[in-house]
């Protein structure tokens, strides 16, 4: 098995360079996202590929709290959780 990662880091928002304008991101849906597209792409090349997010905790649930309910397409491709 070869690990592999990457830390995303996402600030929330910034200034649009054209307009000025502000810009919100939504960073837990963007890092959602991300995971679950990996998992499509690289499961089709190797079924046996694992992901595993690391210090994520925050993803698994909607709102990003412990207690909130958990976002069913992010966890379903999970093949657990890394430390």
Avoid: W, Y
């Avoid at 880091?9 to 849906?29: T, W, Y």
């Avoid at 499509?40 to 595993?52: I, R, S, Y």
């Avoid at 412990?66 to 397409?73: N, R």
């Amino acid at each position: 098995m070869v690990p592999c990662g990457a830390r995303l880091p996402c600030l929330g928002g910034g200034e649009n360079p054209a307009s000025g304008k502000p810009v919100s991101i939504d960073c837990r849906g963007e890092a959602r996202a991300l995971v679950v597209s990996l998992d499509k792409a690289v499961k089709d090349l190797d079924p046996g590929f694992l992901v595993l997010p690391h210090d994520d905790e925050q993803l698994l649930t909607e709102d990003g709290s412990p207690e909130g309910l958990l976002d069913a397409e992010f966890v379903s491709p999970l093949d657990g959780l890394g430390p």
